[in-house]
């Protein structure tokens, strides 16, 4: 079975700097994709950023991006220009590529603060 | 595009009630998927469907639990009774089982359900 683990149970950081959130994982597989998510206080999970485990190339979505490792079975992001609102919980899941379905497994979450 | 839509939104109940909670996945995704959120537990699949039919429910933590997806557009998650334990945000997610999707798992706001 994949296990999902975050490390950092809370981080903080200045508005306006950078921070890398970490997620290792571990599993069998070679096909995969591996996706973060935030929640809010309001508990909604948004969607952050996805990646396929057969790109090389790192994802970026505006300030988000990944530092994938796959051989390291690892998957950390990085928040640029950290803004107020990125505040939350942050939860890292795994999902094993597949013609059927199949679940995501989650990480435990890192808090995220965000100080002035 | 609308997304995944839950209701409702928040319920309070007394123990010993029924619970449905209902769930309309994105048009179009045929995998759908309950979670439920507690602070002990962190997040847990309670079970996922492909097509309207179960493919896992190993999840559902006893009997009271049940889940059905009479259609593509339609599922719901019951509880009865309803016990305080039962206490936490479920989440209802939907997802298209395709590459170019990235497989990627999108959820509803969440139902937060109290019993007392």
């Known amino acids: 079975a994949q296990t999902v683990t975050q490390s950092q149970p809370e981080m903080s950081v200045q508005e306006a700097e950078t921070v890398t959130l970490s997620c290792t994982y571990d599993?069998?597989?070679?096909?995969?994709?591996l996706f973060w998510y935030k929640q809010p206080p309001s508990r909604q999970m948004i969607l952050v950023i996805r990646q396929e485990a057969y790109k090389q190339q790192n994802a970026t979505e505006n300030r988000f991006s990944v530092n994938f490792q796959k051989a390291a079975k690892s998957f950390s992001l990085k928040i640029s220009d950290s803004q107020l609102g990125d505040a939350a919980m942050y939860f890292c899941a795994y999902r094993t590529h597949t013609g059927t379905a199949s679940k995501l497994t989650f990480g435990t979450g890192t808090r995220l603060q965000v100080t002035l | 595009d609308a997304g995944v839509i839950q209701s409702p939104r928040h319920e309070v109940t007394e123990m010993g009630q029924e619970v449905t909670l209902r769930c309309k996945p994105i048009?179009?995704?045929?995998?759908l998927f309950w979670y439920r959120q507690t602070m002990m537990r962190g997040l847990e699949l309670l079970i996922y469907?492909?097509?309207?039919?179960?493919?896992?429910d190993s999840g559902m933590p006893e009997d009271r639990f049940s889940a059905k997806m009479p259609n593509a557009s339609f599922s719901t998650l019951k509880i009865q009774p309803s016990e305080p334990r039962d206490s936490a945000v479920y989440f209802c997610?939907?997802?298209?089982?395709?590459?170019?999707?990235?497989?990627?798992?999108?959820f509803g706001e969440g139902s937060w359900l109290t019993v007392v």
């Open positions: 599993t069998s597989e070679s096909d995969y994709y």
């Open positions: 048009s179009g995704h045929n995998s």
């Open positions: 997610a939907s997802s298209q089982n395709i590459r170019t999707s990235g497989n990627t798992i999108y």
């Open positions: 469907f492909n097509n309207n039919v179960p493919i896992d």
